[in-house]
């Protein structure tokens, strides 16, 4: 799975936040809010609230890239148009 982030400051660091997911970090470095990133989103694809939850949940493959400053493009029928 390919997602995106952005990174902010903080007066305490770094801030790294997934575009797709509500799952942000703080850090030091941008390096270190990258790990912490991936660490947060791998921890919030497996998480399961359950009564009887598995004993283990698989670990899906996580790949991070920079989100890119430009508005979405359209991505089916029901989405307006980016430039409106």
Do not use: W
């Not at 770094?14 to 790990?35: G, W």
């Not at 912490?36 to 493959?61: D, Y």
């Not at 996580?62 to 508005?71: I, M, W």
């Amino acid at each position: 799975m390919k997602y995106t982030y952005r990174f902010g400051e903080d007066p305490e660091g770094i801030v790294a936040t997934c575009v797709e997911l509500p799952v942000s970090v703080l850090a030091p470095t941008e390096s270190e809010a990258l790990v912490a990133l991936h660490r947060a989103i791998c921890e919030h694809l497996t998480h399961v609230e359950a009564v009887a939850p598995p004993t283990s949940v698989p670990v899906p493959s996580v790949q991070l890239a920079p989100a890119s400053n430009e508005p979405p493009e359209p991505q089916g029928p029901g989405d307006s148009p980016a430039a409106e």
